[in-house]
T-cell receptor, first 113, second 116 residues
Framework: KQEVTQIPAALSVPEGENLVLNCSFT??????LQWFRQDPGKGLTSLLL?????REQTSGRLNASLDKSSGRSTLYIAASQPGDSATYLC????????????FGGGTRLMVKP | ETGVTQSPTHLIKTRGQQVTLRCSSQ?????VSWYQQALGQGPQFIFQ???????GRGNFPPRFSGLQFPNYSSELNVNALELDDSALYLC???????????????FGPGTRLTVL
C-alpha cells in the first residue's frame, strides 16, 4: 500500500527566504507526482506535475524535483512571500491502476512579513 | 471553459441523517473522483466514476455511495452520518482513465460537511 509522507508538517519563515518542502513515498511504481497548494478551507490548486520519466519541473519561483528510485520529491520555493502562506500537498498517482491520487498530510507554511 | 463546481458550499447535518453532495465536472471531462479531507490531514480517495460506472474505491464503507450522470456530473451520498464524517469533500475531474493519457485531475472548491 502506497504511503506518502511530508516533512515538515509546519514551517514558519521570514519573507525572502528560500525553502524546501519534502515528500517521500513508499512505492516507486508511480505514473506521476503532483504538488498542490491549498488555502484554508479551500480546494486544491495544482502547482506542478512531474511525470515519472522527468527529474524536475519549474514554474516561476517554484521548482519540483523527483527521484523515483529513492521515493522522494522536493518542492523548492525561491524568495518566499507572505502570499505563499498556505498548505502544500504532494500526491502520487500509481502506474498500474486508475487515475486515483494518494496524498501526503501536507506542510503548513507561514511566511512572515 | 468552466471549471469543476461543487454544491453546496457548506452543510450541517446531525448523526444518523443522510446527505447528498454534488459535483459538475470540467467541460469535456468524463471521469470524476471524490476525496475526503479531515481537518489537518491530506485528502483520502473515496471512489472514482468513469462513464457512469464506479471504477476504483478507497477504504470507505458501503454507506458512502455515488452516481455519475450522462452529462458526467456526479453525486456523493453518505448514509447514517457519523461524527467522523465531518470533513471537506473534494471532487476532481479528468479525461479518461488509462495510463498513458495526460489526464491530470482538476479539483473543485469542496463542500464542508459538519455532523453534529
Amino acid at each position: 500500500k502506497q504511503e506518502v509522507t511530508q516533512i515538515p508538517a509546519a514551517l514558519s519563515v521570514p519573507e525572502g527566504e528560500n525553502l524546501v518542502l519534502n515528500c517521500s513515498f513508499t512505492d516507486s511504481a508511480i505514473y506521476n507526482l503532483q504538488w498542490f497548494r491549498q488555502d484554508p478551507g479551500k480546494g486544491l490548486t495544482s502547482l506542478l506535475l512531474i511525470q515519472s520519466s522527468q527529474r524536475e519541473q519549474t514554474s516561476g519561483r517554484l521548482n519540483a524535483s523527483l527521484d523515483k528510485s529513492s521515493g522522494r520529491s522536493t518542492l523548492y520555493i525561491a524568495a518566499s512571500q507572505p502570499g505563499d502562506s498556505a498548505t502544500y500537498l504532494c500526491a502520487v498517482r500509481p502506474s498500474n491502476a486508475g487515475n486515483m491520487l494518494t496524498f501526503g498530510g501536507g506542510t503548513r507554511l507561514m511566511v512572515k512579513p | 471553459e468552466t471549471g469543476v463546481t461543487q454544491s453546496p458550499t457548506h452543510l450541517i447535518k446531525t448523526r444518523g441523517q443522510q446527505v447528498t453532495l454534488r459535483c459538475s465536472s470540467q467541460s469535456g471531462h468524463n471521469t470524476v473522483s471524490w476525496y475526503q479531507q479531515a481537518l489537518g490531514q491530506g485528502p483520502q480517495f473515496i471512489f472514482q466514476y468513469y462513464r457512469e460506472e464506479e471504477n476504483g474505491r478507497g477504504n470507505f464503507p458501503p454507506r458512502f455511495s455515488g452516481l455519475q450522470f450522462p452529462n458526467y456530473s456526479s453525486e456523493l451520498n453518505v448514509n447514517a452520518l457519523e461524527l467522523d464524517d465531518s470533513a471537506l469533500y473534494l471532487c476532481a475531474s479528468s479525461l479518461g482513465l488509462a495510463v498513458g493519457l495526460d489526464n491530470e485531475q482538476f479539483f473543485g472548491p469542496g463542500t464542508r460537511l459538519t455532523v453534529l
